[in-house]
């Protein structure tokens, strides 16, 4: 539903020119732009990360930085071809504060997940997904209105509201800012583990 005209929304292009245009909470003041989903619209598996980062913001396309080439080669060891895959994020407009002139990532508040959530709804309601797979806790508080800890509940599927089976596992940026390199690696392989659990449960249906 466009949050505007409440028009029922019926293509990713409608929903993206929504995006663009929504004012639902303060974060389009300070982004660059709205940073809408991307993927084939009938995909097996929907990502969905928290906010888009620096460079999503500037290229307006969701996961192309560092975290983004981390997702691509953590799906292509679980087995999940990247183009089943369509990835957005719980927010759509980047939250920083500048320090200096870097611009450093914030996380939304609960307040703007769920001002921004009507569009995660309805990306769902177009892709209808076989699965969710939610990539951190403001994906997961977005999805399922709860504030869950992800070591609870990683690698047990979730069932959300409409019956779409729900993973939760950690943001592949939470990777990238651990110094050491054999936790990395272990963290990274969990990760893999939580995304081939995702993929055989769909399988298996
Ligand atoms: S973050 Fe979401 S709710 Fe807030 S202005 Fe952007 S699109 Fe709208």
New binding site residues.
């Given amino acids: 539903m466009d949050a505007e005209t409440l028009e029922p929304i019926t293509s990713l292009r409608q929903l993206a020119a929504a995006?663009a245009g929504?004012?639902?909470?303060?974060?389009?003041k300070n982004?660059t732009q709205?940073v809408p989903g991307e993927g084939p619209s009938r995909a097996t598996f929907m990502l969905v990360g928290e906010?888009p980062g620096d460079k999503e913001d500037l290229a307006g396309k969701p996961f192309v930085g560092p975290a983004g080439r981390m997702l691509d080669q953590a799906l292509h060891d679980a087995g999940i071809a990247r183009e089943k895959t369509f990835v957005t994020n719980a927010?759509?407009?980047f939250?920083h504060e500048m320090r200096g002139k870097r611009r450093l990532h914030k996380r939304?508040n609960n307040y703007?997940i769920e001002?921004?959530k009507?569009?995660l709804d309805d990306e769902r309601k177009l892709i209808k997904p076989a699965a969710v797979i939610a990539l951190g806790v403001t994906a997961a508080r977005s999805l399922t209105g709860k504030t869950l800890t992800i070591a609870k509940v990683r690698g047990k599927p979730l069932t959300l509201a409409d019956g779409t089976k729900l993973f939760v596992t950690v943001h592949p940026s939470s990777l990238l800012r651990i110094e050491a390199e054999a936790d990395k690696r272990a963290a990274y392989r969990a990760f893999v583990a939580d995304l081939k659990k995702a993929a055989a449960e769909v399988a298996a249906v």
């Fill in positions: 995006e929504c004012t639902r909470c303060p974060l389009y982004a709205a906010q927010v759509k407009h939250k939304p703007e001002r921004c009507i569009w």
